[in-house]
């Protein structure tokens, strides 16, 4: 079982920096990719960013691309989100996932997609002020 544990959310305004990061805990498991999505109210939870575990590849969603920046360390099983230039639509519970195995057959694409990922965290709250 692998436990994902979230931190750094909170209340910004618009313009403002924020930083998020997740520890994964367990035993015995592998890290292929690990990624953030968000879900706000009456929204469906929707891909920010990932990176994989080897190899460094990073890929965003488009609504953050040049404002975010995800990045990690091997060595801690951590993923971290920088979030600058928040507006107020970034508003929404930010999860923490990790993908524990090879993309799926044939998946395009499968960083950015929620059923490639097995482990998920609780959320944390990004609230965005105008």
């Known amino acids: 079982q692998v436990q994902l544990g979230e931190s750094g959310g909170g209340l910004v305004q618009a313009g403002d920096s924020l930083s998020l990061s997740c520890a994964a805990s367990?035993?015995?498991?592998?890290?292929?990719?690990m990624g953030w999505f968000r879900q706000a109210p009456g929204k469906e939870r929707e891909f920010v960013a990932a990176?994989?575990?080897?190899?460094?590849?990073?890929y965003y969603g488009e609504s953050v691309k040049g404002r975010f920046t995800i990045s990690g360390d091997n060595a801690k099983n951590t993923v971290y989100l920088q979030m600058n230039s928040l507006k107020p639509e970034d508003t929404a519970v930010y999860y923490c996932?990790?993908?524990?195995?090879?993309?799926?057959?044939?998946?395009?694409?499968?960083?950015?997609?929620?059923?490639?990922?097995?482990?998920w965290g609780q959320g944390t709250q990004v609230t965005v002020s105008s």
């Open positions: 996932a990790l993908r524990n195995r090879p993309c799926s057959p044939g998946i395009a694409g499968c960083d950015t997609r929620r059923g490639e990922y097995a482990y």
């Open positions: 367990g035993r015995a498991f592998s890290t292929y990719a």
């Open positions: 990176l994989r575990w080897g190899g460094r590849s990073t």
